[in-house]
């Protein structure tokens, strides 16, 4: 950091035997060396001349969620709210929209406004970017062949399988009286 901020640092932190330096090496040590490249990688991206704080360079550390392939929140919150109704057949931006729309609840993206389920999307997303931030893999779950998307005016919907195994049923009772 002194070689990028001069003196700043040092007058910030204090030395490399000084406690400034001790605390950084602390809040540093869960960091791989990955991630600290990256930290200083932005840090000499960054517009700011001013030194960052140790938390500040941990949030540089950390990847982005563009670096992560994750949309932003608004960008989450509106592919999941358009597709509530269609949620085994959307091809989803990522897995963590899917988790994000489900914990939610797909019927109260579709019912309320969003004034009432937008903060609660936006809690559960980022209670989910975090737990990705640790290491968590999320995945999308496997479709069953007959499974249903919701269904408008209560008519009843059936698949081909379910149909065929009802004619199958009722061909086999009207043997039985034969």
């Not at 605390?23 to 200083?40: H, M, P, V």
């Not at 000499?44 to 704080?53: D, G, H, I, Y």
């Not at 379910?162 to 034969?178: M, P, T, V």
């Amino acid at each position: 950091m002194s070689e990028i901020y001069g003196s700043q640092f040092a007058n910030q932190f204090g030395d490399v035997d000084g406690e400034g330096f001790q605390t950084w090496c602390l809040g540093l040590r869960d960091q791989t060396a990955q991630s600290i490249k990256r930290g200083f990688s932005k840090l000499l991206q960054r517009e700011s001349k001013f030194v960052p704080n140790l938390n500040e360079f941990r949030d540089l550390c950390s990847p982005s969620l563009a670096e992560l392939g994750i949309p932003s929140e608004h960008e989450a919150y509106t592919e999941a709210a358009m597709n509530a109704r269609r949620v085994t057949r959307h091809p989803w931006s990522h897995p963590i929209v899917y988790h994000a729309g489900s914990q939610t609840g797909w019927f109260m993206l579709v019912r309320e406004a969003e004034a009432k389920t937008r903060p609660a999307f936006k809690k559960i997303y980022a209670a989910l970017i975090e737990r990705i931030r640790a290491g968590e893999v999320f995945q999308l779950p496997e479709r069953a062949s007959n499974q249903l998307e919701h269904h408008t005016h209560g008519d009843r919907v059936t698949t081909q399988q379910s149909r065929k195994a009802g004619e199958k049923a009722l061909n086999s009772l009207k043997e039985s009286f034969r």
